[in-house]
């Protein structure tokens, strides 16, 4: 459960209520046949010694026992994207539920006090996939260890870890207690704990020991290392510690499966946990499906293989446009397409990067007239109707409908197609001079050629890129597509090498005033519009770009504000002014949003709902609604 004390409860939303409850007269604990055998041979012990003393027990109205067996197929485009099984597994200390409220998942409860304040306690008895204890001492290796390490962690603890550039003081209570303290409120922790690729503050201290140079020999640690072939005890520390990358064999897990395949593979197989610490109403230990395979095919086949019948559980992958497709599909393979939501700002947004090395181009771009004029140069209607149907919604990169902030000012602003008020901004912007094929020219008279760089994740980008390539041509100005890798997208951006790129917009779109609103301001050295500022913030300004633009340090500012804003309505006045900015500022140019998200259940499959929200982060993609509760129906 999950108490709450002064200022706190707009932090925890339905924290005190969940899906997951202690049990009280429970049914007898049923063995998981898959493991039967084990058991009996005496590698495993039974399941009742096993699972924690109060496990975490799933209920809901819209829950449906079901029964062991199967194997879950899914489609993967690369062979890193095992760690989808991390995402979806969503076994976290905290996490949403459907109502995105967060309610204790790993932890038996957290209590909170003054909002700055967190006491969590953990479940008597919880095992690691390996049978080792899950207890206090794997926060505190973290802590100690990991954290505050100064070989291990040079820059100090995660950004979600520090309030006003200040660490918490850490207590260990005993073995299933752990207490944060911080001197101001911290609304970041707990949605940090609970998101996609969380915030991890344990640690398997029992495995990774060997690895550290304070509890191993230098000798034998040295000896290690060059077995390895990595550069020091750090590196080999870090290599074998990566539980979102999800590709140690012999890293223990707190998921519903484990990995059983070592890569490189091309077919990856996830074998039940059989220390996972959920069960169902009737005493069934979970995972229901004993295994999760993923095949890796090239992202181009996915939907074509998800067509054929070679996935029961698919949406990473495909598209809108497969939707006609996978439906002929449907009778001859046994498998429903579900439409689900998308919830991001936007289906497709335009990155200007407003830390480019070029001095040009870094002027131009800050120059908040260009963005807007880029803005107004695109026919937003043609897009929706050539693209996607005309079903989709058509403006900027903001909330959408859906959301309680959502203001139909900000997502229209500067997004109608204008070509005349687009000429005369770009004018005012001093590109008044032109080549003799009538492209605009740079101050320093370069040709005005943008190069939009894109992952390639979105096939429909290539499609929707052609058609702002030939509005923006009628007010002299040249696109260019420059496909890459998101790896290689996203160190370019960080490098100010590229001058801007194509990706989806902001991950929450139906935010609400109690949800950070950190992807608004230059927080991450992910985002592909600032990343240099974003990392300055995340190093607390030991990396990056110290911010010089008065709009982009409001919004920093506000993001600041937000965390130690004590009232509903100031949250909201702080939310509004960051969206107005935005809106104002065109830091981002969406295009559309709102595009259905095809999901190809198999008709066996069980549990998974008929309409769902496709979302990041809140929501995880599918670990929102928690495969380890489907099952697979007799045929």
Not at 208 to 236: I, M, N, P, S, T
Not at 526 to 542: A, C
Not at 590 to 597: D, E, K, T
């Amino acid at each position: 459960m999950m108490r709450v004390s002064g200022l706190t409860h707009w932090l925890v939303l339905g924290l005190i209520v969940g899906i997951f409850i202690n049990p009280a007269g429970a049914s007898p604990l049923i063995e998981p046949p898959f493991l039967i055998e084990q058991v009996k041979s005496g590698t495993l012990p039974p399941v009742d010694q096993r699972i924690p003393d109060e496990p975490s027990v799933v209920k809901g109205a819209d829950f449906k026992p079901g029964q062991y067996g199967g194997k879950l197929r899914m489609l993967m485009g690369r062979a890193k994207d095992i760690r989808m099984m991390v995402v979806y597994g969503y076994a976290r200390l905290v996490g949403y539920n459907k109502r995105y409220d967060l309610v204790p998942d790993l932890l038996k409860s957290v209590d909170i006090e003054d909002g700055r304040i967190f006491t969590l306690t953990l479940r008597k008895g919880h095992k690691w996939s390996d049978g080792q204890p899950f207890t206090s001492e794997d926060f505190r290796y973290y802590w100690e260890d990991v954290a505050t390490d100064e070989v291990i962690s040079p820059y100090g603890p995660p950004k979600a870890l520090l309030v006003d550039g200040k660490k918490p003081v850490v207590d260990i209570i005993d073995e299933t207690t752990v207490r944060y303290t911080w001197q101001q409120t911290n609304p970041f922790f707990l949605p940090a704990l609970a998101g996609a690729s969380p915030l991890y503050i344990y640690r398997p201290s029992h495995y990774l020991k060997q690895f550290h140079g304070k509890y191993v020999e230098k000798a034998k640690l040295d000896a290690k290392v060059k077995k390895a072939r990595k550069r020091d005890w750090r590196a080999l520390h870090f290599s074998v510690d990566r539980q979102y990358r999800n590709d140690n064999l012999d890293l223990p897990t707190l998921q519903p499966w484990m990995i059983a395949t070592a890569p490189p593979s091309d077919r990856f197989i996830f074998k039940r946990n059989p220390y996972y610490h959920r069960i169902d109403s009737y005493g069934r230990q979970l995972p229901y499906i004993d295994e999760s395979i993923i095949n890796i095919s090239s992202g181009k086949l996915v939907a074509a293989k998800t067509g054929s019948g070679e996935a029961d559980l698919q949406a990473r992958g495909l598209q809108f446009k497969n939707y006609t497709f996978l439906k002929r599909g449907e009778k001859r393979n046994g498998f429903t397409v579900r439409r689900w939501l998308t919830a991001r700002g936007a289906q497709m947004a335009l990155f200007p990067n407003l830390n480019a090395n070029d001095p040009v181009w870094r002027k131009l771009l800050r120059n908040p007239d260009f963005r807007r004029a880029l803005s107004m140069a695109i026919n937003r209607r043609e897009i929706n109707e050539v693209v996607f149907f005309g079903l989709a919604l058509e403006g900027n990169n903001t909330m959408l409908p859906e959301s309680p902030l959502f203001d139909k000012s900000h997502q229209q602003r500067w997004a109608k197609y204008d070509l005349r008020e687009a000429n005369r901004l770009l004018d005012k912007a001093g590109l008044t001079k032109r080549d003799d094929q009538d492209i605009r020219l740079l101050p320093d008279g370069r040709p005005l050629e943008i190069i939009v760089e894109t992952a390639g994740e979105d096939s429909d980008q290539a499609d929707v890129l052609q058609l702002v390539t030939d509005s923006w041509l009628k007010v002299g100005i040249k696109l260019f597509t420059k496909p890459t890798r998101r790896e290689v997208l996203r160190r370019r951006s960080l490098a100010g090498a590229t001058i801007m790129s194509v990706s989806f917009g902001l991950e929450n779109g139906v935010a609400s005033n109690t949800s950070s609103p950190g992807e608004l301001a230059p927080t991450q050295d992910g985002q592909l519009n600032w990343p240099k500022w974003g990392m300055h913030f995340q190093t607390s300004g030991q990396g990056g770009e110290a911010i010089d633009l008065p709009a982009a340090k409001r919004l920093l500012e506000l993001n600041e504000a937000w965390g130690v804003a004590t009232t509903s309505e100031q949250r909201t006045e702080i939310w509004k002014e960051m969206l107005e900015i935005h809106a104002d500022q065109m830091f981002t140019i969406g295009l559309v949003s709102g595009v259905v998200q095809p999901v190809v259940v198999n008709n066996r499959l069980r549990n998974v709902p008929e309409r769902g929200v496709y979302n990041w982060d809140p929501g995880a993609h599918l670990g929102l609604y928690r495969p380890d509760t489907f099952w697979y129906a007799k045929p």
